[in-house]
């Protein structure tokens, strides 16, 4: 079966940085993504890595490794607006989104 | 610019009442739509997507059913809900022939079925 795999719950400190893991196993592989959820709201887009490697984009950066099935979604300089669920999705051989349950982020002051 | 508005926001109906979610986009043209229903602490669920007007491809099998009357609008319906039909129900769109792209989101429709 098709697995993504993500802690449910992190904490971190207003001001520092956190790394957020998934380990995925799927049938195929052709990008992931990583997503922000505030509470009551709808996923916004963050990122997507389809290569090897580390892609930033401002406090956010997302790293990939296809050979390990992993990637690492990395905030610096944490907000409190940052207090979110961050989604992990892989795009599978018949280009289906496959989703894991989500990392509760919680931000503290 | 493309934006996507789903609704209801939020509705409470009985159990064996019928359902009516609708999803329109705006600003691109014959875009891939998708459905799916978010569940306390587990992934998004695809219900449903569409890649044409009258083109619903099911994922999984269920008493929800979907059409695609016009080529911005999806909607998911009912006949009979069930209390398991309670959830967060997500409207989506991507851009078609992108199979890569990353998925717009609307605002979501939570249901809660009594």
């Known amino acids: 079966g098709q697995n993504i795999d993500q802690p449910t719950e992190m904490t971190a400190t207003e001001g520092a940085i956190v790394q957020i893991n998934c380990t995925y196993q799927?049938?195929?592989?052709?990008?992931l993504f990583w997503y922000q959820q505030h509470a009551g709201e709808a996923p916004t887009f963050l990122s997507y890595?389809?290569l090897d490697g580390l892609e930033e984009k401002g406090r956010f950066s997302s790293f990939l490794s296809r050979s390990k099935g992993y990637s690492y979604l990395l905030l610096k300089e944490l907000q409190m607006k940052d207090s979110a669920s961050y989604l992990c999705?892989?795009?599978?051989?018949?280009?289906?989104?496959?989703w894991g349950a989500g990392t509760k982020l919680i931000i503290k002051p | 610019s493309q934006t996507i508005h789903q609704w209801p926001a939020t509705l409470v109906q009985p159990v064996g009442s019928p359902l009516s979610l609708e999803c329109t986009v705006e600003?691109?043209?014959?875009?891939?739509l998708y459905w799916y229903r978010q569940a306390a602490g587990r992934g998004l669920q695809l219900l449903f997507y569409?890649?044409?007007?009258?083109?619903i491809s099911s994922e999984v099998p269920q008493n929800l059913s979907a059409s695609r009357p016009q080529d911005r609008q999806f909607i998911l319906s009912s006949k009979k809900l069930l209390l398991s039909d309670s959830g967060f129900y997500l409207c989506?769109?991507?851009?078609?022939?992108?199979?890569?792209?990353?998925?717009?989101f609307g605002e979501g429709s939570r249901l809660t079925v009594l």
């Open positions: 600003g691109t043209s014959n875009p891939n």
């Open positions: 569409s890649v044409g007007i009258g083109q």
């Open positions: 799927t049938s195929g592989f052709n990008g």
């Open positions: 890595n389809v």
């Open positions: 989506a769109w991507s851009v078609s022939g992108s199979e890569a792209g990353e998925l717009f």
């Open positions: 999705a892989v795009r599978d051989s018949n280009y289906q989104l496959i």
